[in-house]
Protein backbone atom coordinates (compact mmCIF):
# COMPACT_ATOMS: atom_id res chain seq x y z
CA UNK A 1 0.00 0.00 0.00
CA UNK A 2 1.27 3.37 -0.53
CA UNK A 3 2.71 5.01 1.68
CA UNK A 4 2.60 8.92 3.00
CA UNK A 5 4.95 10.46 5.44
CA UNK A 6 4.37 13.63 7.84
CA UNK A 7 7.62 15.45 8.95
CA UNK A 8 8.29 18.68 10.37
CA UNK A 9 9.53 20.26 13.55
CA UNK A 10 7.44 19.91 17.12
CA UNK A 11 4.90 21.21 17.95
CA UNK A 12 3.75 22.42 14.60
CA UNK A 13 0.72 19.86 14.62
CA UNK A 14 1.52 16.58 13.13
CA UNK A 15 -0.25 14.33 15.46
CA UNK A 16 -3.45 16.59 14.96
CA UNK A 17 -3.03 16.20 11.37
CA UNK A 18 -2.25 12.71 11.15
CA UNK A 19 -5.48 12.05 13.77
CA UNK A 20 -7.66 14.46 10.79
CA UNK A 21 -6.30 11.89 7.68
CA UNK A 22 -6.84 8.69 9.29
CA UNK A 23 -9.94 9.88 11.47
CA UNK A 24 -8.25 8.38 14.82
CA UNK A 25 -7.94 9.87 18.35
CA UNK A 26 -5.24 7.50 19.46
CA UNK A 27 -2.31 9.66 18.56
CA UNK A 28 -1.83 11.65 21.81
CA UNK A 29 -1.62 15.57 21.06
CA UNK A 30 0.05 17.95 23.43
CA UNK A 31 1.42 21.25 23.15
CA UNK A 32 4.53 20.12 24.69
CA UNK A 33 7.53 19.21 21.91
CA UNK A 34 8.51 15.85 20.90
CA UNK A 35 5.41 14.11 23.16
CA UNK A 36 5.81 10.37 22.31
CA UNK A 37 2.50 8.44 20.92
CA UNK A 38 1.78 5.05 21.30
CA UNK A 39 0.28 4.79 17.88
CA UNK A 40 2.16 6.55 14.61
CA UNK A 41 1.22 4.36 12.12
CA UNK A 42 -2.64 4.79 10.28
CA UNK A 43 -5.06 4.09 7.36
CA UNK A 44 -6.55 6.91 5.52
CA UNK A 45 -9.45 6.24 2.48
CA UNK A 46 -10.51 9.10 0.07
CA UNK A 47 -11.86 9.58 -3.23
CA UNK A 48 -11.90 5.60 -3.50
CA UNK A 49 -7.92 5.12 -2.89
CA UNK A 50 -6.17 3.86 0.58
CA UNK A 51 -2.81 4.54 1.65
CA UNK A 52 -0.57 4.39 4.31
CA UNK A 53 -0.18 7.63 6.81
CA UNK A 54 3.41 7.46 8.94
CA UNK A 55 3.28 10.47 11.92
CA UNK A 56 7.14 10.94 12.41
CA UNK A 57 7.14 13.16 15.45
CA UNK A 58 7.20 12.48 18.88
CA UNK A 59 10.70 10.58 18.80
CA UNK A 60 13.06 13.99 19.31
CA UNK A 61 15.43 14.02 21.97
CA UNK A 62 15.34 16.73 24.32
CA UNK A 63 18.99 17.20 24.10
CA UNK A 64 19.94 20.50 22.36
CA UNK A 65 23.17 18.85 20.41
CA UNK A 66 20.81 16.23 19.08
CA UNK A 67 17.76 17.87 17.99
CA UNK A 68 19.11 18.71 14.73
CA UNK A 69 20.22 15.29 14.05
CA UNK A 70 17.08 13.77 14.97
CA UNK A 71 15.04 16.05 12.26
CA UNK A 72 17.69 15.59 9.97
CA UNK A 73 17.66 12.10 10.14
CA UNK A 74 13.65 12.27 10.19
CA UNK A 75 13.69 13.35 7.03
CA UNK A 76 15.83 10.85 5.47
CA UNK A 77 13.95 8.08 6.68
CA UNK A 78 10.78 9.37 5.44
CA UNK A 79 12.62 10.09 2.23
CA UNK A 80 13.42 6.68 2.05
CA UNK A 81 10.15 5.02 3.14
CA UNK A 82 7.40 7.17 1.44
CA UNK A 83 5.69 7.93 -1.48
CA UNK A 84 4.65 11.67 -0.62
CA UNK A 85 5.88 13.66 1.74
CA UNK A 86 3.46 16.31 4.10
CA UNK A 87 6.08 18.80 5.19
CA UNK A 88 4.44 20.29 8.09
CA UNK A 89 4.71 23.74 9.43
CA UNK A 90 3.31 26.89 11.43
CA UNK A 91 1.51 29.34 9.95
CA UNK A 92 1.40 31.46 13.89
CA UNK A 93 5.34 30.83 14.17
CA UNK A 94 6.13 31.36 10.30
CA UNK A 95 9.55 30.42 8.94
CA UNK A 96 12.19 29.03 11.41
CA UNK A 97 15.21 27.70 11.35
CA UNK A 98 14.23 24.68 11.66
CA UNK A 99 11.80 24.55 9.02
CA UNK A 100 14.73 25.98 6.36
CA UNK A 101 17.20 23.02 7.31
CA UNK A 102 14.61 20.67 6.39
CA UNK A 103 13.29 22.25 3.01
CA UNK A 104 16.80 22.31 2.19
CA UNK A 105 16.51 18.50 2.95
CA UNK A 106 13.84 17.71 1.48
CA UNK A 107 14.29 20.12 -1.92
CA UNK A 108 16.41 16.84 -3.31
CA UNK A 109 13.64 14.16 -2.86
CA UNK A 110 13.08 12.26 -5.80
CA UNK A 111 9.24 11.69 -4.89
CA UNK A 112 5.96 14.66 -4.54
CA UNK A 113 6.67 17.09 -1.31
CA UNK A 114 3.78 18.91 -0.24
CA UNK A 115 3.96 22.14 2.13
CA UNK A 116 1.11 22.09 4.57
CA UNK A 117 0.85 25.21 6.20
CA UNK A 118 -0.77 24.41 9.72
CA UNK A 119 -3.06 26.57 12.01
CA UNK A 120 -4.76 28.24 8.96
CA UNK A 121 -7.90 28.90 10.61
CA UNK A 122 -9.54 32.24 9.67
CA UNK A 123 -8.63 34.15 6.74
CA UNK A 124 -5.76 36.61 7.66
CA UNK A 125 -3.67 33.10 8.59
CA UNK A 126 -4.39 31.81 5.41
CA UNK A 127 -3.08 35.04 3.83
CA UNK A 128 -0.09 34.86 5.95
CA UNK A 129 0.61 31.08 4.68
CA UNK A 130 2.45 32.54 1.86
CA UNK A 131 5.59 33.08 3.46
CA UNK A 132 6.05 29.20 3.13
CA UNK A 133 6.57 29.64 -0.55
CA UNK A 134 10.70 30.79 0.36
CA UNK A 135 11.10 27.52 1.05
CA UNK A 136 11.28 26.53 -2.10
CA UNK A 137 9.03 23.61 -1.93
CA UNK A 138 5.38 23.55 -4.06
CA UNK A 139 2.55 22.95 -3.97
CA UNK A 140 1.49 24.73 -0.84
CA UNK A 141 -1.73 24.28 1.36
CA UNK A 142 -3.09 26.26 4.12
CA UNK A 143 -4.90 23.91 6.38
CA UNK A 144 -6.47 23.93 9.82
CA UNK A 145 -5.90 20.13 10.92
CA UNK A 146 -8.02 21.23 13.75
CA UNK A 147 -12.00 21.95 12.16
CA UNK A 148 -10.56 20.36 8.40
CA UNK A 149 -10.85 23.42 6.75
CA UNK A 150 -8.64 22.67 3.88
CA UNK A 151 -7.71 18.69 4.43
CA UNK A 152 -10.34 17.81 1.24
CA UNK A 153 -7.90 19.93 -1.36
CA UNK A 154 -4.60 18.47 0.41
CA UNK A 155 -6.25 14.95 0.30
CA UNK A 156 -7.33 15.45 -3.35
CA UNK A 157 -3.26 16.78 -4.12
CA UNK A 158 -2.43 13.36 -2.22
CA UNK A 159 -4.10 11.24 -4.25
CA UNK A 160 -3.23 12.45 -7.48
CA UNK A 161 0.49 12.09 -6.28
CA UNK A 162 0.57 8.76 -5.38
CA UNK A 163 2.25 5.94 -7.28
CA UNK A 164 -0.38 3.61 -9.56
CA UNK A 165 -1.20 0.55 -7.94
CA UNK A 166 0.25 -2.60 -9.07
CA UNK A 167 -1.26 -5.25 -10.04
CA UNK A 168 -2.52 -8.24 -7.47
CA UNK A 169 0.30 -10.20 -6.97
CA UNK A 170 0.14 -13.98 -8.40
CA UNK A 171 -1.14 -15.79 -5.24
CA UNK A 172 2.11 -16.79 -3.22
CA UNK A 173 1.47 -19.97 -0.49
CA UNK A 174 4.67 -19.78 1.35
CA UNK A 175 4.79 -19.50 4.70
CA UNK A 176 5.90 -15.67 5.83
CA UNK A 177 7.24 -14.66 8.31
CA UNK A 178 8.39 -11.46 10.44
CA UNK A 179 10.93 -10.74 12.98
CA UNK A 180 10.22 -8.64 15.51
CA UNK A 181 11.23 -7.18 18.80
CA UNK A 182 12.99 -4.17 20.32
CA UNK A 183 16.13 -3.01 18.99
CA UNK A 184 19.77 -4.62 19.99
CA UNK A 185 17.54 -8.61 21.12
CA UNK A 186 19.36 -10.01 18.39
CA UNK A 187 16.64 -9.74 15.46
CA UNK A 188 19.97 -9.73 12.71
CA UNK A 189 21.79 -12.14 14.27
CA UNK A 190 18.70 -14.62 14.18
CA UNK A 191 17.73 -13.49 10.68
CA UNK A 192 21.51 -14.19 9.38
CA UNK A 193 21.96 -17.50 10.77
CA UNK A 194 18.27 -18.97 9.81
CA UNK A 195 19.23 -17.74 6.44
CA UNK A 196 22.23 -19.51 6.98
CA UNK A 197 20.47 -23.04 7.71
CA UNK A 198 21.88 -25.79 5.46
CA UNK A 199 23.56 -22.96 3.55
CA UNK A 200 20.11 -22.38 1.23
CA UNK A 201 19.35 -19.26 0.46
CA UNK A 202 17.29 -19.12 -2.33
CA UNK A 203 16.70 -15.26 -3.67
CA UNK A 204 16.58 -11.69 -2.26
CA UNK A 205 12.97 -10.76 -3.73
CA UNK A 206 11.53 -6.85 -3.78
CA UNK A 207 9.16 -6.71 -0.91
CA UNK A 208 6.19 -4.47 -1.82
CA UNK A 209 6.69 -1.58 0.69
CA UNK A 210 9.58 0.78 -0.55
CA UNK A 211 13.10 -0.53 0.02
CA UNK A 212 12.05 -3.90 1.96
CA UNK A 213 13.89 -6.96 1.19
CA UNK A 214 12.21 -10.37 1.57
CA UNK A 215 14.85 -12.86 1.75
CA UNK A 216 13.59 -16.83 1.30
CA UNK A 217 15.02 -19.59 2.62
CA UNK A 218 14.77 -23.41 2.13
CA UNK A 219 13.74 -25.46 5.14
CA UNK A 220 13.24 -29.61 4.68
CA UNK A 221 12.13 -28.92 0.99
CA UNK A 222 9.77 -26.00 2.07
CA UNK A 223 10.50 -22.25 0.87
CA UNK A 224 10.48 -20.02 4.01
CA UNK A 225 9.92 -15.64 3.01
CA UNK A 226 11.68 -13.53 5.89
CA UNK A 227 9.90 -10.64 5.68
CA UNK A 228 11.98 -7.07 5.63
CA UNK A 229 15.29 -8.13 6.22
CA UNK A 230 16.81 -4.92 4.60
CA UNK A 231 14.87 -2.99 7.71
CA UNK A 232 16.83 -4.97 10.34
CA UNK A 233 20.21 -4.16 8.36
CA UNK A 234 19.33 -0.44 7.33
CA UNK A 235 18.55 0.36 10.81
CA UNK A 236 22.38 0.56 11.67
CA UNK A 237 22.39 3.80 9.44
CA UNK A 238 20.00 5.10 12.16
CA UNK A 239 21.25 6.76 15.67
CA UNK A 240 18.39 9.30 16.82
CA UNK A 241 15.19 7.85 15.47
CA UNK A 242 16.01 4.19 16.07
CA UNK A 243 12.82 3.43 18.40
CA UNK A 244 10.72 5.51 15.57
CA UNK A 245 11.97 3.51 12.80
CA UNK A 246 11.88 0.29 14.47
CA UNK A 247 8.20 1.23 15.28
CA UNK A 248 7.49 1.66 11.75
CA UNK A 249 9.30 -0.94 9.82
CA UNK A 250 7.77 -3.27 12.78
CA UNK A 251 4.51 -2.61 12.07
CA UNK A 252 4.80 -3.05 7.88
CA UNK A 253 6.64 -6.40 8.67
CA UNK A 254 3.82 -7.96 10.78
CA UNK A 255 0.89 -6.18 7.80
CA UNK A 256 3.07 -8.74 5.21
CA UNK A 257 3.68 -11.56 7.45
CA UNK A 258 1.54 -14.70 8.19
CA UNK A 259 3.95 -15.12 11.40
CA UNK A 260 5.30 -12.63 13.74
CA UNK A 261 8.40 -13.92 15.67
CA UNK A 262 8.54 -11.75 18.55
CA UNK A 263 12.44 -12.05 19.98
CA UNK A 264 13.63 -11.21 23.36
CA UNK A 265 16.28 -10.46 25.28
CA UNK A 266 16.91 -12.92 28.19
CA UNK A 267 18.57 -10.62 30.01
CA UNK A 268 15.63 -8.01 29.59
CA UNK A 269 12.47 -10.42 29.70
CA UNK A 270 9.31 -9.29 28.35
CA UNK A 271 8.71 -5.27 28.50
CA UNK A 272 5.57 -3.44 28.04
CA UNK A 273 6.71 -2.65 24.25
CA UNK A 274 7.06 -5.87 23.32
CA UNK A 275 3.36 -6.77 25.01
CA UNK A 276 1.72 -3.94 22.84
CA UNK A 277 3.83 -4.93 19.54
CA UNK A 278 2.26 -8.51 20.34
CA UNK A 279 -1.24 -7.00 20.60
CA UNK A 280 -0.92 -5.34 17.60
CA UNK A 281 -0.29 -8.49 16.06
CA UNK A 282 -2.64 -9.86 17.60
CA UNK A 283 -5.10 -7.63 16.16
CA UNK A 284 -4.17 -8.45 12.50
CA UNK A 285 -4.71 -12.01 13.35
CA UNK A 286 -1.36 -13.34 12.49
CA UNK A 287 0.42 -16.55 13.90
CA UNK A 288 2.12 -15.39 17.14
CA UNK A 289 5.42 -17.26 18.72
CA UNK A 290 8.17 -15.77 21.58
CA UNK A 291 11.52 -16.37 21.10
CA UNK A 292 13.81 -15.22 24.14
CA UNK A 293 17.55 -14.68 22.48
CA UNK A 294 20.47 -15.30 24.10
CA UNK A 295 19.44 -17.49 26.62
CA UNK A 296 23.28 -18.88 26.68
CA UNK A 297 23.99 -15.74 28.97
CA UNK A 298 21.51 -16.77 31.50
CA UNK A 299 22.26 -19.06 34.35
CA UNK A 300 20.78 -21.78 34.23
CA UNK A 301 19.38 -25.13 36.14
CA UNK A 302 16.81 -28.19 35.11
CA UNK A 303 13.71 -25.17 36.49
CA UNK A 304 14.78 -22.04 34.90
CA UNK A 305 13.43 -22.22 31.74
CA UNK A 306 9.95 -23.16 33.19
CA UNK A 307 9.83 -20.61 35.71
CA UNK A 308 10.92 -17.62 33.13
CA UNK A 309 7.69 -18.97 30.62
CA UNK A 310 5.57 -18.76 33.62
CA UNK A 311 6.36 -15.32 34.50
CA UNK A 312 6.02 -14.02 30.99
CA UNK A 313 2.86 -16.26 30.84
CA UNK A 314 1.33 -14.20 33.80
CA UNK A 315 2.39 -11.20 32.19
CA UNK A 316 0.62 -12.02 28.88
CA UNK A 317 -2.96 -12.99 30.47
CA UNK A 318 -5.07 -13.37 27.59
CA UNK A 319 -1.56 -13.45 25.34
CA UNK A 320 -1.19 -16.53 27.18
CA UNK A 321 -1.72 -19.36 24.10
CA UNK A 322 1.36 -18.12 22.54
CA UNK A 323 4.72 -20.34 22.83
CA UNK A 324 7.46 -19.88 24.01
CA UNK A 325 11.17 -20.58 22.54
CA UNK A 326 14.87 -20.65 24.32
CA UNK A 327 17.27 -19.53 21.76
CA UNK A 328 20.68 -18.11 21.56
CA UNK A 329 21.17 -16.82 17.49
CA UNK A 330 25.42 -16.33 18.84
CA UNK A 331 25.68 -20.10 19.33
CA UNK A 332 22.52 -21.42 16.86
CA UNK A 333 21.09 -22.97 19.79
CA UNK A 334 18.02 -24.71 19.03
CA UNK A 335 17.37 -21.69 16.08
CA UNK A 336 15.60 -24.39 13.94
CA UNK A 337 12.78 -24.53 16.62
CA UNK A 338 11.72 -20.76 15.36
CA UNK A 339 10.90 -22.33 11.90
CA UNK A 340 9.62 -25.33 13.05
CA UNK A 341 7.09 -23.52 15.26
CA UNK A 342 6.24 -21.59 12.94
CA UNK A 343 5.34 -23.99 10.48
CA UNK A 344 3.50 -25.80 12.59
CA UNK A 345 1.65 -22.31 13.56
CA UNK A 346 0.58 -22.15 9.73
CA UNK A 347 -0.92 -25.62 9.45
CA UNK A 348 -2.56 -24.29 12.75
CA UNK A 349 -4.25 -21.22 11.03
CA UNK A 350 -5.48 -23.44 8.39
CA UNK A 351 -7.27 -25.50 10.72
CA UNK A 352 -10.54 -26.64 9.99
CA UNK A 353 -12.51 -28.27 12.84
CA UNK A 354 -15.68 -30.26 11.50
CA UNK A 355 -19.07 -29.02 12.66
CA UNK A 356 -20.05 -32.32 14.16
CA UNK A 357 -17.54 -32.68 16.23
CA UNK A 358 -16.97 -28.79 17.25
CA UNK A 359 -20.66 -29.05 18.56
CA UNK A 360 -20.11 -32.14 20.27
CA UNK A 361 -17.53 -30.08 22.55
CA UNK A 362 -19.02 -27.10 22.63
CA UNK A 363 -22.46 -27.74 23.47
CA UNK A 364 -21.40 -29.92 26.50
CA UNK A 365 -19.67 -27.19 28.04
CA UNK A 366 -21.93 -24.82 27.59
CA UNK A 367 -24.40 -27.43 29.24
CA UNK A 368 -22.08 -27.62 32.25
CA UNK A 369 -21.33 -23.30 32.38
CA UNK A 370 -24.53 -21.60 31.18
CA UNK A 371 -24.17 -18.04 29.86
CA UNK A 372 -25.20 -15.69 32.16
CA UNK A 373 -28.40 -14.38 31.94
CA UNK A 374 -29.21 -10.77 29.60
CA UNK A 375 -31.54 -8.45 30.80
CA UNK A 376 -33.21 -11.09 32.99
CA UNK A 377 -33.65 -13.61 29.90
CA UNK A 378 -31.88 -16.77 29.65
CA UNK A 379 -28.90 -16.68 26.96
CA UNK A 380 -28.56 -19.73 24.35
CA UNK A 381 -26.26 -21.41 22.46
CA UNK A 382 -28.06 -23.11 19.54
CA UNK A 383 -24.80 -24.32 17.90
CA UNK A 384 -21.54 -23.27 16.20
CA UNK A 385 -19.72 -23.64 13.18
CA UNK A 386 -16.04 -22.51 12.02
CA UNK A 387 -17.00 -20.13 9.09
CA UNK A 388 -13.21 -19.33 7.85
CA UNK A 389 -9.91 -20.28 8.22
CA UNK A 390 -6.39 -18.66 8.19
CA UNK A 391 -7.28 -16.76 10.08
CA UNK A 392 -9.88 -19.26 12.16
CA UNK A 393 -13.12 -17.64 12.83
CA UNK A 394 -16.06 -19.66 14.56
CA UNK A 395 -19.86 -18.12 14.46
CA UNK A 396 -22.01 -18.96 17.47
CA UNK A 397 -26.08 -18.75 16.51
CA UNK A 398 -27.70 -17.96 19.75
CA UNK A 399 -30.88 -15.79 20.84
CA UNK A 400 -28.99 -12.66 22.45
CA UNK A 401 -25.61 -12.36 20.37
CA UNK A 402 -25.23 -9.14 22.93
CA UNK A 403 -25.78 -10.89 26.10
CA UNK A 404 -22.37 -13.03 25.36
CA UNK A 405 -20.01 -10.88 27.42
CA UNK A 406 -16.22 -10.84 27.20
CA UNK A 407 -15.66 -13.49 29.99
CA UNK A 408 -17.92 -15.96 28.71
CA UNK A 409 -16.35 -15.49 25.30
CA UNK A 410 -12.75 -16.19 26.54
CA UNK A 411 -14.79 -19.41 28.17
CA UNK A 412 -15.75 -20.66 24.89
CA UNK A 413 -12.34 -19.38 23.14
CA UNK A 414 -10.27 -21.75 25.78
CA UNK A 415 -12.59 -24.33 25.37
CA UNK A 416 -11.97 -24.07 21.45
CA UNK A 417 -8.18 -24.41 22.25
CA UNK A 418 -8.49 -26.95 25.16
CA UNK A 419 -9.60 -29.60 22.94
CA UNK A 420 -8.59 -28.70 19.39
CA UNK A 421 -5.48 -26.88 19.52
CA UNK A 422 -4.84 -23.63 17.59
CA UNK A 423 -1.20 -22.72 19.69
CA UNK A 424 -0.03 -19.38 19.05
CA UNK A 425 -3.21 -18.73 16.83
CA UNK A 426 -5.48 -15.72 17.50
CA UNK A 427 -9.18 -16.87 16.86
CA UNK A 428 -12.41 -14.63 16.19
CA UNK A 429 -15.48 -15.46 17.73
CA UNK A 430 -19.08 -13.98 16.12
CA UNK A 431 -22.52 -14.02 17.81
CA UNK A 432 -25.03 -14.27 15.54
CA UNK A 433 -28.68 -14.15 16.17
CA UNK A 434 -30.73 -17.05 15.78
Keep these: MPLVAIVGRPNVGKSTLFNRLTESRTSIVHDEPGVTRDRLYGTALWSGHTFDVVDTGGYVPHSADRFEAAIREQVEIALDEADVILFV ?50 PLFPVSAINGSGTGDLLDAVVAALPPQPAPPAPDDRLRIAIIGRPNVGKSSLTNQLLGEERSIVTEI ?34 ENVEFYSALR ?65 RLKTLDYVPVLFISALTRQRIHRV ?79 RHFGFEGVPLTLVFKAK
Design 89 to 138: VDVTTGVTDIDQEMAALLRKAERPVMVVANKADNEQRRWEASEFYQLGLE
Design 206 to 239: SGTTRDAIHATVKYHGQEIVLVDTAGLRKRRRVT
Design 250 to 314: TERAIRECDVAVLLLDATQGLEQQDIRVLKQAEAMKKGLCIAVNKWDLVEKDTHTARAYEQRIKE
Design 339 to 417: LDTALAMAEERRKRVPTSRLNEVLLAAIARHHPPMYRNRPVKIKYAAQIRTAPPVFAFFTNQPRGIREPYQRFLENQIR
